[in-house]
């Protein structure tokens, strides 16, 4: 009996729809997706209690196609480069542009959607490629300049820093009289289209939108959709019923006059709807897109095959789940029925707002309604963060106190150091994945900001030297990101100096209070005034907002240098992570997760007063610290966040790093 | 003889070009305009030297018309608005908008356009009146509601808070179906006008553009546009020719690929072309208009009877003086030569941009290119501000000095206090005019932020109160701003604990450094933490941009709440002033103006660094100054301010103010 055949028969005795045809097409999508916390889920999307030997099977099948994914060898830079030329001209434009966004915007984008990557093999998180005739570009921010002049072929390609030498200037620059420069409108949104029109008109040019991306069609062996299985987000953990949040919803989009509102970001849909995927690293999404009507009904547009069993009743009556394809045609009708729809410019792609304007709708431009209350996190969620904030203590610990020991003997070497530390996280109940790649820098490697240790590029741990590690794990109970610089042996005065000044900047953002209303760009210099009377400073923002089991990067708070309009509210996690990098020595940053609390026993108050709540919990070097440096409440600060520390995980710890944790929370001041 | 024969003889005697119907018009003009610092100058516009008997007689004449347009006696509010809804049937438009700006939309404006004070009543510095057949609003912002409830009549007029209650959207459901609010376009912004128009379409309605204006049809004493003199301000004081300031900004300007930009910004006329004048209260501008072409020339668009002799030869061959009237003509002139002409949308009015896009010019929007060279004081402006600082520190000395002895006896009013102030200030070099009118109020009265004394409001001076002088002048090397708060007899504890913490805002922001780059918004919350740690705030700005010799506000810098993106740069002057209101009790405020200075003798700075050099020199009263609340840091700072004062003063001033000064600056610190 052949393997097939077998197939065939434990597919029909589990009571699967699929047949293998189906289940090939299936399991090219699972391997599309990361393997993420779970990697068996996705067995259940076959049937429903699967028997161990089909689910044997399926794993093995996948294994497969996940290993002929990655021997697949694509063609030279100059081959891909010179077949979507000629695609281009079959489609008679000029030129095309190839960012690094998916149809969602988001900071992860799954396999398929990798197509910066596999036209130019730059593979940071942000950046375009422009290709016209006989110039092309790769366009790259600061982070990731040097990154681009390693991955990119500099005979194809020219390198551009973004902000210094932006798109529209060499458009205007580049594209010739008459020429067309096209682009898929369901990758940017309508504010880039906008700038890169007005620089192709000023060069006598003009923009194109094109029906399907010319790129996919010269990619041989794109991955096809993720199709990574998709969970409810059990009300013990998301604090708010689906239901409610789409009535509450529902009543504000009423309020303001529109009759739907497009959602296109995974992180909002996957909040609104209480339900969780896997589609791209790291963020428990799945990608689709959602339509809510001013009557709380929702029209969830996804692949139903990555439902498992149980999501359609979680979902209920009101969710309408229909294919991804039926999206458009549901703009059209709302357009053809006159209604007033929302959608968010910074969000959603060119495509939507054209789409929706072309059948008729009044098209609102709004944030996302999500936004705003996903950011603030109820009390279940609240005290889910607090608890996996103790979990994840636990663990940073276990490793800080193994490192302790292992380090100063030398030899550790920066990759088995964070897959230590991956391997304490993993222990914690509720893990799921870690929530972004650890970064994991020795000496020099710590200096560069956004750091991924590779054979090619990992350094020991060795004395006398500074070793930074950012971190964070996905938990169903919450999301957490820490970062700590630890000192190999004895650090040098000027590591101190800076540790501690680093440290000040963290302390004044832990201890301030401020009036309702305040953003966190008016917040970002106390993080930063330390550093700035030496002659310092770092070039990112100070903190970043955080969801609950959701992105560990979401908006719309943050604390930054940038103007910023959105006041920092009860409920809103953030980081507080201001650092200092010295290129090819060390870098330093102190980060914990904090939580917008209001202040309310300040006698005489006159204003609502908010403050922050830290929830991370883990030492903080001591040997770092220049006491000298500190005042009375500094170190009042230190010593009771180290003792909290103590008290909160002590508890939760072996032995071992137990004794470790009773010394490394040691408190500064004497008595 | 009679009067006007001899007139006549003596303007031939004097070589004036004037006859008397002529200089009859001239004198409205002059009495039109603000009396200003010397306020015979205007006679050298009637001949360049005047004998004696001429000089008497003009002053005569100009004293009668001053006299003359103070008796006026307007109609009542009923009247005025009936007449200008008469006046709207006429034109047949249904409404109509009465904007408190003028056409330069400057902070200050002249008689002439005081069309909001006429129609309605209300005298505040910021404001709009929309009048529609059957109803009309006026709206203010915060600082003037209570004001707008005083001086504008309930029955007449709906008084809107305008953030709370939009005009737009007392436009979208005010204005009917069909209604046309009428304009005038002059005296609007664009992007007003753009949110109007919207707010008129979505009620059904439209907005148009009206050639001049109803209101001034039916205003039968309406005064004339002023004609204070317009003197050269010397290159002693303003450090760099009109002439190299024109090339350097023409060089911008066609690297930028404009052919020419429109100024109508009065404070960047008078800086571009080094000229002074007095059409509006206490900022030494001329109103008039003028165009900056790519070789340097300017066209300036004004009533040459201002100019005084040899102010046509200061301004050079390379400056056309032309009529108000011809500056329209010369926009379509740009437009029907095809050229690119630019203007700034938050200071041109829509008109500009109307007429400009009419006559077929391409209409780039950008900031006042003016702003930013004036904002970054030259050497010779910094070396004079610091000078005009100390001759204004030995006045206030001496004033605060006076109020020491007298103040405490009691009896003392607030007008009477901030007239010998004056007095004090009208005896220094180089004076030529307050900066503003001062602010002089006593216990609840200081907790007005914007408090101007009347017979009707002011208090005395009591014992154990407070007392609040916000005051400054124009001298012909620099402007200043100051206030300082100061306790007549003993104050209590919560005002020393509320004036040590406005103090150490105060501190924070003199002290601190930051790298280039960073805006006054992100250092806006170093002043307010002492007060939010209190759960205390105030809700205005920490520090607005100072000219020199020019407007005592002015852009583009601030520190303030407000997101903002101007990097503060070196040659900068901006205030420093947090404060604390207790309504109905008392109020608070420390002001000093600082200079943007680059910090260069920190030790190991890998950024450049900026810093604060205080200009402003005058005690701060010890007495409400708790300095258990002060760390030693901020005990040196004020001990060494203070020695400062005291050093640079004492030589300016008399031996009882010098005494004074010795016991106001002693440290606080033991031995």
Redesign the interface.
Known sequence: MDENATLDRLLREAGSPFDTAGLKALIAGVAAAPPGGDPAAWVRLVAAEPSPELTGRLLVLEAGQRAAADAMVPPTAAERLARLRGELIRREVHGFLVPRADEHQGEYVPARAQRLAWLTGFTGSAGLAAVLPKAAAVFVDGRYTLQAETEVDGRFYARRHVSDQPVTEWIAETLERGQVLAYDPRLHTPGEIERYRAAAERAGGSMRPLDDNPLDAVWADQPPPPLAPVAAHPLAFAGESAADKRRRLAADLGGAGADAVVLTAPDSIAWLLNIRGGDVPHTPVTLAFALLARTGAVSLFIDRRKLLPGVAEHLGPDVEVAAPEAFGPALDRLGRDGKTVQADPATAAAWVFDRLAAAGAAVRRAADPCQLPKACKNPVEVDGTRAAHRRDGAALSRFLAWLAQVAPKGGLGEIAASDRLEEFRRGGQHFRDLSFDTISGAGSNGAIVHYRASPKTERRLGLGELYLVDSGAQYLDGTTDVTRTVAVGTPDAEMRDRFTRVLKGHIALAL????K???G??????AR?PL??????YDHGTGHGVGSYLAVHEGPQRIS?M???QPLLPGMIVSNEPGYYKTGAYGIRIENLVLVVP?DR?A????D?FGFETLTLAPIDRTLVDADLL?ADEIAWLDAYHARVRTELTPLVDADTAAWLTEATRPIAPG
């Open positions: 301030c209070r401020f009036p209303g305040t953003t760009s008016q917040l970002d210099a106390l005034q700035w009377e030496a002659g310092l400073d240098k103007p910023g309009t202040q300040i005489g108050a006159e204003r007063i005042d």
